[in-house]
């Protein structure tokens, strides 16, 4: 029982719910699978026995029985008669790309370096009533739209969507691809004083989900960058949805700066 303990918590075992819907098998299935994914149960670990799951878990040998038999299905275990099931998933830390911290917010399409940026859509369209709020712009105005995605190794990591005033003429797709924000506006003659970023989490859109290769019930992140001209109007807003397990948003705060940081902050937190 002492190598069962190291393996397991008492929380993880007492996290089978008999009550629950989801088969008692695949509860254990769920949890083993965890486990190995993480690296907690590292390759070549051998896991219990169908008797000694069964026991410690308080379920029948069947059940622990399918839960290792689709372990091994899924080729994270090798089952061997006389030796037992041992790992055989090598986990491996994942690469995640890295947005930009504080100071160069304004470059958040553009970072990393190894990544690629798509361009699913760009013209002058018609907002939605929300975008058009926030601009207080008239009913028939047109906004510039473009709509990317950000990839490493082809796979989308990131989904953009931004709207600008202020950007004339036809657009060339391969510019709007490998130009920064800061680059694209200022281009237009268009010069950033200022920029509210605001960081939260959000269910994605059927067309987000399908693009990011996520369960539209997953949580994903949610940037929205407001940057304002030196007259404090806003002239480009973008937002960006990012996949949780293929992108970490790190902040790089100086500690000369910390105090007045932590001043600031106290003052921009609301409770929702």
Request: hydrophobic content about 35%.
């Amino acid at each position: 029982m002492d190598e069962l303990e190291s393996l397991f918590s008492a929380k993880d075992i007492a996290s089978l719910q008999q009550e629950s819907h989801t088969p008692l098998y695949h509860q254990m299935y769920l949890l083993l699978k965890n486990s190995i994914c993480d690296g907690t149960l590292s390759y070549g670990t051998q896991l219990p026995t169908e008797y000694q799951l069964a026991d410690t878990f308080k379920v029948s040998r069947i059940t622990a029985k399918r839960a290792l038999d689709d372990l091994s299905a899924e080729g994270l275990v090798e089952r061997r008669r006389g030796k037992g099931t041992h790992v055989i998933y090598n986990y491996e830390s994942p690469r995640q790309a890295e947005p930009p911290v504080v100071s160069d917010l304004h470059h958040l399409e553009s970072i990393p370096e190894d990544t690629s940026v798509k361009v699913i859509d760009a013209c002058f369209r018609q907002a939605p009533a929300k975008i058009k709020e926030a601009f207080d712009i008239d009913t028939n105005e047109l906004l510039f739209n473009i709509i990317r995605t950000g990839q490493k190794n082809n796979i989308p990591f990131a989904y953009y969507t931004s709207w600008t005033v202020g950007l004339a003429g036809e657009h060339d797709p391969a510019l709007l691809a490998s130009a920064s924000r800061t680059e694209l506006l200022r281009g237009a003659g268009i010069h950033i004083i200022n920029i509210d970023q605001t960081v939260s989490a959000t269910l994605p859109t059927p067309s987000i989900a399908k693009t990011l290769d996520i369960s539209p019930n997953i949580p994903i992140l949610n940037i929205v960058q407001c940057s304002y001209d030196k007259k404090g109007k806003l002239v480009d807003r973008l937002e960006g949805f990012f996949h949780p397990e293929r992108l970490l948003y790190k902040v790089n705060i100086k500690t000369d700066l910390i105090d007045n940081t932590q001043k600031t902050q106290q003052g921009i937190v609301e409770t929702i």
